[in-house]
């Protein structure tokens, strides 16, 4: 179990900047959206904490609603493709969607996720990143709203982790045990 006095983590964000940083981002799509209701749709886990901290801090209208992707690698003979769904299905329609995320990598689920909702109707659909680890995009996909770019291989705290992985922590780090050996 990782907590925050464990001696292999190392602080890539610390809590104030994250603080400052959400902030900011409120500030900037309460302007975008003045007049409007936001529909914050956050995918679970790593999306749970921003979402609560910038929710707290937009001056418009909030509706917030909770998705739990799933991916299925299905194989077909020589061929693999993978499906995507989300749990529970959303009625988006005429809603302006912002979809949270805790971190954007490949971008393939939040590629799909965008997609979906525009399709089921949504007025726009733009999305909120806390990180964006655009090094790993395997899609042309950029968030309209991040906090942080980052490259580490495997983090912790502030809503990433695993079950009891550090999800806790009010600050991002990385650790030793999961870090690979060029951060080292």
């Given at each position: ?75 077909q003979g020589d061929s693999t493709r993978i499906e995507i769904s989300f749990i529970p299905e959303l009625d988006v329609r005429g809603h302006d969607v ?87």
């Amino acid at each position: 179990m990782v907590t925050s006095n464990d001696k292999n983590l190392k602080v890539l964000i610390p809590k104030e900047k994250i603080e400052k940083r959400v902030q900011e981002l409120a500030r900037q799509i309460s302007s975008e959206y003045a007049g409007k209701t936001v529909y914050a749709l956050c995918v679970l886990e790593n999306g749970f904490m921003f979402m609560s901290d910038l929710v707290r801090e937009l001056e418009v209208p909030v509706v917030c609603a909770f998705i739990k992707t799933q991916e299925k690698v299905i194989r077909q003979g020589d061929s693999t493709r993978i499906e995507i769904s989300f749990i529970p299905e959303l009625d988006v329609r005429g809603h302006d969607v912002l979809l949270v995320e805790g971190i954007v990598q490949s971008g393939v689920t939040s590629e799909f996720l965008m997609r979906n909702m525009t399709a089921r109707g949504a007025a726009s659909v733009k999305m909120a990143a806390f990180l964006d680890k655009s090094s790993a995009r395997r899609v042309s996909l950029q968030p309209d709203y991040f906090g942080f770019v980052v490259d580490e291989s495997y983090m912790v705290g502030y809503g990433l982790g695993g079950p009891e992985q550090g999800r806790n922590l009010g600050y991002v780090a990385t650790t030793a045990k999961f870090s690979t050996a060029a951060e080292k």
